[in-house]
């Protein structure tokens, strides 16, 4: 069971823009330590948003971060195809294991 | 850019140990601020932090793994491993080598992941 809740699904057309939430806690989400991940099978998992709304060199700027209380948001502006893959959302926590992540969401380009 | 790749066994029998291997390249295991850790994904999709290593040697390891889990490194081969001890079918996942930034707490770097079943 995820310390972090994300929906299971999340669908868009082509060139439309998507939001995946991730709901957590003070204890987690409430810092600025909330991180997302692009999971594509059989390929090097990748860091697509740090410290809730930083993005790393060479990330696509049609991705965005944001927090707003306890829940962080990643949005996807402009999907493409290649944008179809799993996203994990993981933040550093006060209680318990220092690391946890979301459920994760599927995301499917229509 | 740092590259990592795990390496070990493919399959594990229940009440063994496993055991992985993972090599650091394009990038020092040395540098500071950075943190070597252990990440596992169920075939059921979630995603588990199992610990840490830090070059020093000192380590953080998930409540969870109790008394289960060993993370070792060694400087001067550019590696760091895992060793997983009374396996189960539970701990049947992908494992994943990943570096963490200690400022910013993220899971920068990730190997490709290796698959290890626990099957007798």
């Known amino acids: 069971q995820s310390a972090l809740t994300q929906p299971a699904s999340v669908s868009g057309s082509p060139g439309q823009s998507i939001t995946i939430s991730c709901s957590g806690t003070s204890s987690d989400v409430g810092y600025n330590f909330v991180s997302w991940y692009q999971l594509y099978p059989g390929k090097v998992p990748k860091l697509m948003i740090f410290e809730v709304s930083n993005r790393p060199s060479g990330v696509s700027s049609r991705f965005s971060g944001s927090k707003s209380g306890n829940t962080a948001s990643l949005t996807i502006s402009g999907l493409q195809a290649e944008d179809e893959a799993e996203y994990y959302c993981s933040s550093y926590t006060s209680s318990g294991t220092p690391y946890v992540f979301g459920s994760g969401t599927k995301v499917t380009v229509l | 850019q740092v590259q990592l790749q795990e390496s070990g066994p493919g399959l594990v029998k229940p009440s063994e140990t496993l055991s992985l291997t993972c090599t650091v390249s394009?990038?020092?295991?040395?540098?500071?601020?950075?943190?070597w850790s252990w990440i596992r994904q169920h075939p059921g999709k979630d995603l588990e932090w199992i610990g840490h290593?830090?070059?020093?040697?000192?380590?953080y390891y998930n409540p969870s793994f109790k008394s289960r889990v060993t993370i070792s490194v060694d400087t001067s081969k550019n590696q760091f491993s895992l060793k997983l001890n009374s396996v189960t079918a539970a701990d049947t996942a992908v494992y994943y080598c990943?570096?963490?930034?200690?400022?910013?707490?993220?899971?920068?770097?990730w190997g490709q992941g290796t698959l290890v079943p626990v099957s007798s």
């Open positions: 990943v570096s963490l930034t200690s400022w910013a707490r993220s899971f920068d770097y």
């Open positions: 394009g990038g020092s295991i040395s540098n500071d601020g950075y943190y």
């Open positions: 290593i830090y070059y020093s040697g000192s380590t």
